[in-house]
């Protein structure tokens, strides 16, 4: 198993485009973090001196102001802190949900797979904004939900490659070794089939986080995300989307970020799975 | 093969019932109702509203004459608009939601398949490196944040093209808000196709019409495209919801009439029937392009015949 990681390790070192994109990945998050302690503004502060001002040395503001006057360099970094927790946890509870429906349709198989398949089937036939979007209208909006909505669903794909691997996974010899000694089905999925998904679960979730910020950010977007004064990514560009004609960086600067992370994390994704040598689908 | 494209057809129907049903309830679970306004109404005229609408019958009731109008293709009068039926305000905003996303993915299939193929066929060049790096940009950055950025250069600056806006009969408007929408599926399919074709070229029969002195092109195009293309089909049905997914935004920031805001604004106005409504068109049409593809799929792949 060790050989296998360094393995994985030095191929994805060879890769420098996926290095680059860890590095540059870990900065943003790095900055999301500790960033604001070293600025002089904050957040929320309003500075009515300097509203809607560009970028520039020449004032506290380097990255601009908002129409409030918020620093918006602060407030970008607030915003993909933000982001950032949301597309970790709720990629979590995908990883979760999906691994454990995927282990056991695929290890059971036979008509109970076959339903928990359809059952997959049907939630995916749906365009899943819906899902979202009731979900909030009916529990209302807030960051506790947004966790637990977007991971809600974003296990289907998961569940789908995990019972694929899981079915492979089953023929195998230890899989009968185990049988045979006598181990009962939970125990088997738990303890022989979980921990040989790794490989394509981890470059899955590496590819999700991305999917998932991308869509928190839609949802804050259309006003069903993050609120005020509270910012997300999502938020701040919908903000700037307004303003683009009078003040373009208060779009250009969350949106330069947004892009930047998004980037990354799929080109990092794309090197994980590279380097681990999974097969899409 | 008939007989097959009615089976799922049939198969479809089920499906669509369960979505709407669970629609229904979920809508009516929610806190609220669609006549909760900022000033209270007084409880009389809530309670008129109420039984005009039907809403003071039980819930069973409600849903069996709902799924009784739907048969008779009326979709119900919206709660929201009130001179509007749902019927009605779908029938104004669909062509413009359908015209933008029909484009969007008609172009995001004609560039991204021959932008694959060529990215293939110079694969581990600098033409390829380049395509797939241009590919991976479209991937991540959302139609949100580009449709902007597309308004701030071309509409803004260059004074080529309007930034949100909306005129019958001119493809102006639409250009920008396609492009936003087409660049992630765009991006998807050159990359799906890429791969699967470089996966393809690698197999036997490719190698037997190489030895047979075939030249290239009629190779790709005659014995490797079809195979590589089935990956490619079984992504169009994401690819439709992605779109109807983007159009949402795409419309909103273009000022488009199309129907994208009727589903948020209706959600959040507990406008039920216009909600049920989208969600019938907007599944109706996932699930009908699902069934296209499984047409393509046997087009595609003669094995799928036999079966």
Known sequence: ??????????????????????????????????????????????????????PGLQHAHWFGTDRLGRDLFVRTLAGTRVSLAIGLVATLVSLVVGISY????????????????????ILSGLPLIFFVIFLTVIFGRGPALLFFTIGAIGWLTMARIVRGQTLSIRQREFIEAAIASGAGTPRIIVKHVIPNLIGPVIVYATLTVPQIILFESFLSFLGLGIQEPRASLGTLIAAGAGEMEAAPWILLVPGGVLAALLLCLNIFGDGLRDALDVKER | MIGYFFKR???????????????????????????????????????????????????????????GSL??????????????????????????????????????????????????????????????????????????????????????????????????????????????????????????????????????????????????????LTHALRPALLPVAGYLVPAVAAIMTGSLVVESIAGLPGIGRYLVQGALNRDYTLVLGMVIIYSTLLIGMGLLVDLLYVWLDPRVRQQ
């Open chain 2, 9 to 67: 057809l049939a198969g479809a129907i089920p499906t669509l019932l369960i979505i709407i049903t669970a629609t229904f309830f979920l809508m009516r679970a929610a806190p609220g109702g669609p006549f909760d306004q900022e000033q209270t109404l007084p409880p009389e005229i809530v309670a008129n509203l109420q039984s005009a609408y039907g809403l003071d019958q039980p819930i069973w009731t409600q849903y069996g004459r709902y799924l």
């Open chain 1, 102 to 121: 995927g282990a056991i349709a695929g290890y059971v198989g036979g008509r109970t797979d076959h339903l928990m398949m359809r059952l997959i089937e």
């Open chain 1, 1 to 54: 198993m060790s050989g296998f990681w360094q393995d994985a390790t030095e191929r994805l070192r060879a890769n420098p485009t996926a290095v680059a994109a860890l590095l540059l990945m870990s900065l943003v998050m790095l900055l999301s973090i500790v960033g604001p302690w070293f600025s002089p503004n904050s957040a929320e502060a309003l500075d009515w001196t300097q509203v809607a001002s560009s």
């Open chain 2, 71 to 220: 048969l008779h293709g009326d979709f119900g009068p919206s709660f929201k608009y009130k001179d509007f039926t749902v019927t009605e305000l779908i029938a104004q905003g669909f062509p413009v939601t359908l015209e933008l996303g029909v484009i969007a993915i008609l172009l995001a299939l004609l560039i991204g398949i021959p932008l694959g193929i060529y990215a293939a066929l110079r694969h581990n060049l600098a033409a390829d490196h380049a395509s797939m790096s241009v590919a991976v940009i479209g991937i991540a950055v959302p139609s949100f944040v580009v449709l902007p950025f597309l308004g701030l250069v071309f509409g803004i600056k260059l004074h080529w093209l309007p930034v949100a806006g909306w005129e019958p009969d001119s493809l102006r408007y639409l250009v920008l808000p396609v492009i936003a929408l087409a660049l992630p599926p765009l991006a998807y399919i050159a990359r799906m196709t890429r791969g699967s074709l470089l996966e393809v070229m690698r197999s036997d029969f490719i190698r037997t019409a190489r030895a047979k002195g075939l030249p290239l092109h009629s190779i790709v």
